[in-house]
């Protein structure tokens, strides 16, 4: 079946620096592309979004990348603070399907 | 908060116990969600409601039934469940599929 693999697992970085999640998906169809932060004892909470028929989205510290040939789309949080520590989802969707990957916990080292 | 509400947040309950999981958004969206999420495994998507139509049943076992009586409020009804059914299940919403989901907090239930 169709799938969405995510690495890393678990990311730990120094507070300032930047820290990378990278996400593959398998069905072609998938035309948009969410990314959720979750923190402990709540829902998801959508950080960014990008549709197929764009490269690239930035949103202040956050920007996403999205290569549809290789099936790829990335995370990148720059300059990272304490707030930023929880759990990452990426997903692929089309209309009524989402398939989420298996999550980055992220600790930012003080 | 997200305009997405769930209740209980959480919920113990025996094999046997009938009981129903419940969602409110108030964000005048049109699609609604079910999800579980278990330790260590992805979010999956049980049930999709678009209009309160279901257009979304992901091989879900017929001991959880939803309900989506209109479209703000959507149910999960549960019975005669399994221990390995213990998971935070999550209720979203969307102003139609395909696009930004919010997430109500969960409930969190335990099958014993």
């Known amino acids: 079946g169709e799938n969405v693999e995510q690495h890393p697992s678990t990311l730990s970085v120094q507070e300032g620096d930047s820290a990378v999640i990278k996400c593959t998906y398998s069905d072609s169809a998938s035309n948009y592309f969410p990314w959720y932060k979750q923190e402990l004892g709540k829902g998801p909470q959508l950080i960014i979004d990008i549709r197929s028929n764009v490269g690239e989205k930035k949103d202040q510290r956050i920007a996403v990348t999205l290569n549809k040939t290789a099936k790829h789309f990335s995370l990148h949080i720059t300059e990272t603070q304490p707030e930023d520590s929880a759990v990452y989802f990426c997903?692929?969707?089309?209309?009524?399907?989402?398939?989420f990957g298996s999550g980055t916990r992220l600790s930012i080292r003080p | 908060e997200t305009g997405v509400t769930q209740t209980p947040r959480h919920l113990v309950m025996g094999m046997t116990n009938k009981k129903s999981l419940k969602c409110e958004q108030h964000l005048g969206h049109n699609a609604m969600y079910w999800y579980k999420q278990s330790a260590k495994k992805p979010l999956e998507l049980m049930f999709v409601?678009?209009?309160?139509?279901?257009?979304e049943n992901n091989s879900v076992p017929s001991r959880f039934s939803p309900e989506c009586p209109n479209s703000s409020h959507l149910f999960l009804h549960l019975h005669t469940l399994q221990p390995e059914d213990s998971a935070l299940y999550l209720c979203?919403?969307?102003?139609?599929?395909?696009?930004?989901?919010?997430f109500g907090p969960g409930t969190r239930l335990t099958v014993t």
């Open positions: 997903a692929a969707s089309r209309v009524s399907k989402i398939i």
């Open positions: 979203a919403s969307s102003l139609d599929t395909g696009e930004e989901q919010y």
């Open positions: 409601y678009s209009l309160e139509e279901r257009v």
